[in-house]
Every structure is written in C-alpha cells, then in structure tokens.
C-alpha cells in the first residue's frame, strides 16, 4: 500500500519539471494519475513512465487558461477513474518582465498562472464536493509570492495571487462544510527546463541565484515533489490554507 493508495491526482504541466516529479512520485506511491499539458508527447511519455514502474496514468489535453478544456479534462478523468481526489495546479510560465513589460505579456503570464489556478481550483470542487473521501488541492505557487525582482513583475504578481486564492478556497471549502484542503506549495530556485531556459538566456545568473539559496545548491523537481506528496497524501489531514516553503533558506534571509 503506497501513500496515494485509492487516490486520482490531475497534475497540471506534468509533462515537464517540477509536475512531471510530481506525477511520478504520486504514481509510485499508488495514485492513478493524470498527466494534463499542452504538450502531449511529451505528457505521454510520462504516461509511459509511469506504467513501465506498474503504475496507471493517463494522458489529458489541459490547456490551463481554457475555462472548456478544464472542464473536458476533469470529466476524462473521471470518466477514465470514477472520481477525482487530488489536483496539483502546477502549470505555470516564467518569462522576464519588468514594469515597462508589454500588456500582451502581463495578461499571458496572468492567464496561465493565476486564471489557470482558478479555474482548476473550481473544476475540481465541483468534482469533489460530494466526495465521501478526503480531497485535497495543491497549487504551486513560488518564492516570488512573497517576494520580487524588478524583473518579475507578472511571475510574483500572479504567484502572489496564487497564494492568496489558495486561502480564500480553504476557507471556502471549510465553510461550505467540503471534505477538501487547500494548500500552497513555494518552491525556491530548481533545475528544470523553465529554469535551464533562463539560464541559457542570462548565463551569468547561474552564480548568483545559487548564493542566493544558503543551503549552497539549487534544488531538484524531487525535492518539490515530496512536499506535494505530504499536501495531497492524508498525512497532512489538519493542513488547510498553509504555505510550505521549499527553498534551500532563501526566503529567511
Ligand atoms: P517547466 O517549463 O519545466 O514545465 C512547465 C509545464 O507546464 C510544461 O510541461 C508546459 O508544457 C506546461 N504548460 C505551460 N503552459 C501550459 C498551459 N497553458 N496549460 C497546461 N500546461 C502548460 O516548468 P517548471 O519549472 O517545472 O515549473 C512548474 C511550476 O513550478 C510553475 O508553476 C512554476 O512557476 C513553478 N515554480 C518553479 C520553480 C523552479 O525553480 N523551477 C520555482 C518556483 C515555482
């Protein structure tokens, strides 16, 4: 019996990074997972991942920002699996932006990281809210929620509002009496693909953002995900509207 046993999970952007640890860790300790991204080869691999370990996962076309395919991929799953029990709002986009940042950008960056988060959000507590057995919903949000750069303009902005609509759910979800949790995830600087690009973009930040982090390193998808696990799994049955902070002391300075 894994950590997850009997659970569904939808992680969102689990074809790559930090979602694609995620989904993986979920499967291993027994969850039947759905991989949702845009990019289904990519999705599907980890799907193929996930059944070469003699786990079960399935691909779902997610577009994050589309209010219509929230609501096809929630009903897939459940369709596929007969209900859902955990979501991982972990999509997300990173581009560099500063105040004078063109408002194309500002409203994509908004769409996918905070729209997005929403709309999860929603869809899965119309999903779970007959539920008879402990939900939960777990959205990655960042460091840069509590904290900025001239540079992140829209990305701690819209992880600022992550943070804070993943509270007023909680409370939500407490009051309408809902058997779900809510809780928000704020990962430090990881290797991934969004922190490789950026990396090969601004090639001298490499340097900095490691001092930057007092524990010496750069964390890994791993790190992150074992907290999500923690969140989503029933370990963490009285965690509600709380903030795990997963960033190598870089916020405590
Ligand atoms: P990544 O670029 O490696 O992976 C992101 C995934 O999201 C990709 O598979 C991509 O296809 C998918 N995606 C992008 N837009 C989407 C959309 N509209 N709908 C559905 N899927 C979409 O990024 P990552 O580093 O793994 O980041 C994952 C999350 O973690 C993001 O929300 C990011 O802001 C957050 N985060 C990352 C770090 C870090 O250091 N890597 C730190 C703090 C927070």
């Known amino acids: 019996m894994g ?26 300790e027994g969850a039947q997972v759905a991989v949702a991204d845009i990019a289904a080869e990519a999705g599907q691999d980890v799907v193929d991942r996930i059944r070469a370990a003699g786990g079960d996962g399935m691909f779902v076309r997610l577009d994050v920002a589309s209010e219509a395919e929230w609501d096809s991929a929630v009903a897939a799953v459940v369709a596929r699996y007969g209900k859902l ?18 408002f194309d950008l500002w409203r994509k960056v908004m769409s996918i990281n905070l729209d997005g988060t929403f709309l999860g ?12 057995e402990a939900c939960s919903i777990v959205n990655i949000s960042s460091t840069m929620a509590m ?30 009496k809902l058997p779900i949790r809510v809780n928000s995830v704020h990962p430090g600087m990881c ?4 922190v490789s690009r950026y990396f090969e973009e601004y090639p001298h930040a490499l ?47």
């Open 3 to 28: 950590r997850m046993s009997g659970k569904v999970a939808l992680v969102s952007g689990a074809a790559s990074g930090l979602g694609e640890a995620i989904a993986l860790l979920l499967a291993a």
């Open 85 to 102: 029990t955990v979501l991982v709002n972990n999509a997300g986009i990173a581009p560099v932006g500063d105040m004078e940042m063109s």
């Open 121 to 132: 959000t929603r869809a899965a507590i119309r999903a779970m809210r007959g539920s008879e």
């Open 147 to 176: 904290t900025a750069s001239p540079t992140t303009a829209a990305y701690s902005a819209s992880k600022g509002g992550v943070r804070s609509l993943t509270k007023a759910a909680a409370l939500y979800c407490a009051a309408q």
């Open 191 to 194: 290797v991934t693909p969004l």
């Open 207 to 253: 340097e900095a953002q490691i001092a930057s982090h007092p524990i010496g390193h750069l964390g890994s998808p791993e790190d992150v995900a074992r907290g999500v696990l923690y969140l989503a799994s029933d370990e963490s049955g009285f965690v509600l509207g709380s903030e795990l902070v997963i960033d190598g002391g870089f916020l405590i300075q």
